[in-house]
């Protein structure tokens, strides 16, 4: 499976961006997508993830009521609603894939990764 992020961008803080990932097939209901993000000199950490149903969601406390992921099982794409944008939340985001029926936090859990889309937040 390919992943392909794309929507990041330069963005005033307060401000909004929506972040897409489209596989290149069909993922099963028992698949968890990740989003997850590195700044420079950072770790790359957890953001959130929902499971290929999309019955079910969770995010990191930094970003939970500020962020929201969706999927459109149709287009083979989840996206990242990033609202209230602050510069903390700059960094390269990566959209990942688990096939395993699950998931947690951590990224090795995941073995299909997107190639990052860069997100910019100014003050």
């Known amino acids: 499976v390919q992943l392909q992020a794309s929507g990041g961008g330069l963005v005033q803080a307060g401000g909004s961006l929506r972040l897409s990932c489209a596989a290149s097939?069909?993922?099963?209901?028992?698949?968890?997508m990740g989003w997850f993000r590195q700044a420079p000199g950072k770790e790359r950490e957890f953001v959130a993830a929902?499971?290929?149903?999309?019955?079910?969601?969770t995010y990191a406390d930094s970003v939970k009521g500020r962020f929201t992921i969706s999927t459109d099982n149709a287009k083979n794409t989840v996206y990242l609603q990033m609202n209230s944008l602050k510069p903390e939340d700059a960094a390269v985001y990566y959209c990942?894939?688990?096939?395993?029926?699950?998931?947690?936090?951590?990224?090795?859990?995941?073995?299909?990764w997107g190639q990052g889309t860069l997100v910019t937040v100014s003050s």
């Open positions: 929902i499971t290929g149903s999309g019955s079910s969601s």
């Open positions: 097939e069909r993922t099963s209901s028992m698949s968890i």
């Open positions: 990942a894939l688990s096939t395993r029926g699950w998931a947690g936090p951590n990224d090795k859990d995941y073995p299909y």
